[in-house]
Each structure stands twice: as C-alpha cells, then as structure tokens.
C-alpha cells in the first residue's frame, strides 16, 4: 500500500507497458532503496564521505524516478535516465573502492557498465568500443590503485561486503540477461505474430499459410494422413458494409472467424484468405466430419451473427494431388452452393473430384 501511495502516479503510467519498462522502473526504485541503507551503514563503519556520497546517489534515483520518469514513460525515451546510472555506479563504484578496497567488491558495479551498452538502441559499433574500453581502463586502474583501503574498516567488515556485493552482482547480471533476452524474444514473436496472424480477426494470414501448406504437402506422405479443406464466405458482405459501415463490417468477421475457431480440432487451421473469405485445413479427416464441421459452421453463424449467413464449400484430399486441386474442388462446391441459394455447406463428392481431375 505504500508503495502504491508513494509511485501511484508511475505506476498508472506504467499499467499498459511491456515488462521492459516495468523492470526498468522497478530497477531503480531497488537501486535508490540500496543507496538510502548504504548511508547509515557507512556511518555505522565511520566512512561519513561514503554516507554523503550515497545521499548524493540517492538523490540521482530519486530524479530518475520522479523527474524524468513521466517524460521517459510518455516519450519512451530513457536515453537521460541511462546517463544519469551510468554515470552513479562509475562514480559511486570507484569511491567505494577508494575507500574500502578491493576486498569489498565494489568495483564489481563498474563492471555491470560492460553490460549496458547493449541495451542502448541504435549505437554505433564504434562508440560501443570506446565505452567498453573506458570501463576495461577504470576496472584496470582500480585494481592497479585501489586495492588496499584508505579508509581504517575492519577487514571482517570489508570481507562481509565483498561476499554480499558479489552476490548481488551476479544476481543483477544474470537478471540484466535474462530480462533483455526475455523482451528481445518477446519482440520478435509479436512481429512474428504481426506478419503470420490477421490482424483484425486473429486467424492466420494467407502468407503464413502458403509456407505451411508448401511444407506440409513435401512431407504428406511421411505423415500418411488424409485432408480436407472448407472455404467460407459470408454471404453479401458488401452490402452489410453499406448498409451499416466499415466498423460493423469488422464486428462481422471477427464474430465469423470467432465462430469457425471454436468448431476447430486441434491440428486444425483457420486462415482469413482475403476479405471475407476464410479456409480451413483440416488434417486428418473423412468426409463424414469434414461436412459435420462445415455445417455446424454455417449453422453457428446463422444462429450467433444477426443476419448474417455464410456458404461454405469443402473437399477431401485424393492421392497424388496437390493443395491447388484440392482448393479448386473445395471452391467449386462453394460456387454450387451458392448457386443453389447460399446459407448452406455443400462437400465435393469423390466422384465430381474425380471427373474435375480427367
């Protein structure tokens, strides 16, 4: 409740971002904390410089936060807040070093900065080079200068921290790695999902299909399964788009592809094929359910869409044919269908395939 109260207005900010943004956030309100139970531990050590400097880290959360958090969030442009951290654990890792050595382990937070570059979008191979060169120079003077303590600690204390600094260190990389590599496959199945599913309907698209049915067809005969396919039209579709507009034409096909998706066997696959046209591949089939499901989707339509009707056409896969001749058989059973008056499913019978094949 009281973090609630005291980043409420961050929080409403973050609710519909991506675990990205949100880690981050959360990132520098653990930092801050850190940095604020440094100071009195500092000053339990009789290190005051240190209990200052960590003020002053604080401090630098503390803007990043409730400073530049809005604007960063709005802009998602976190380019000023990465300075401002990169820039405290540089100066806070080699004062704590100074003062306490080596042995401490806080020189392990400059080695982090190794990590950072590569979550700065856009930079150039070049500048990545001088920043990782700046950070192997600092960690290198640190260990030539500042091995041994200027500050009279007891080596008991220094020793405790360097074993709790190395926990956290290794702690916080392999959360850096995890969390960056977990967006980056997050991102890349969202433009995955972008570019295989329709986007208004959530089927597959037409072009995740083709390399599907292509890969599909090359191994049919190791699978030694049969096929079926239906194809779906919503009938006059046209006319409900003018006579009710665009925005009612898509409550309509989301409320069909809704529909065909909840009649589908696992395996099966729903493809919005263009406008308002859908297919259906139905692995593994005979032509006893191929119809059943082809009627149960006309039916389903009818009775959950208002006035709309769909006619559906289908045919079974024969040997030695290809996806072309089962979607010319499947789309003359459509053209018959709605010959003979539309708001039915008609399957091409064997006989018909075999008369459309000589």
Known sequence: ???????????????????????????????????????????????????????VSAAM??????????RTLITHDDTAIGWIVYTELLLHGLAATYYLGCESGFQYYIYLLALLPFFVPNQSFPV??????????????????????????????????GYVNLAVFLSVASALVYFYTRFESDYRRSLIDRSQKDMLTGLWTRQYFSSFEASWFHNRHTRRTNAGLLIVDIDNFKSVNDRYGHAVGDKVLQ????????????????VRWGGDEFIVFLPDIDERALRGIGHAIVERVRLQIDETTVTCGGALLHAEEGFSELFLHADAALYRAKEEGRNRCLIAEAAETGSSRA
């Open 255 to 270: 409320q069909a592809a809704s529909a065909i998706q909840a009649l589908l066997r696992p395996g099966d696959l729903a």
């Open 128 to 161: 990545y080079i001088l920043r990782f060169a700046g950070i192997v120079g600092a960690s290198l003077f640190i260990h030539r200068y500042f091995r041994i303590p200027s500050a009279e600690v007891d080596a008991v204390y220094i020793r405790a921290l």
């Open 61 to 70: 959360y503390g803007y990043a936060i409730f400073g530049l958090g809005d």
């Open 1 to 55: 409740m009281a973090f609630r109260k005291l980043f409420g207005h961050q929080l409403a900010l973050l609710k519909h971002e991506n675990h990205y943004w949100k880690v981050g956030f959360w990132g520098l309100v653990v930092a801050g904390m850190l940095h604020l139970l440094f100071i009195p531990l500092f000053l339990f050590l009789h290190v005051p410089k240190l209990a200052a400097i960590n003020v």
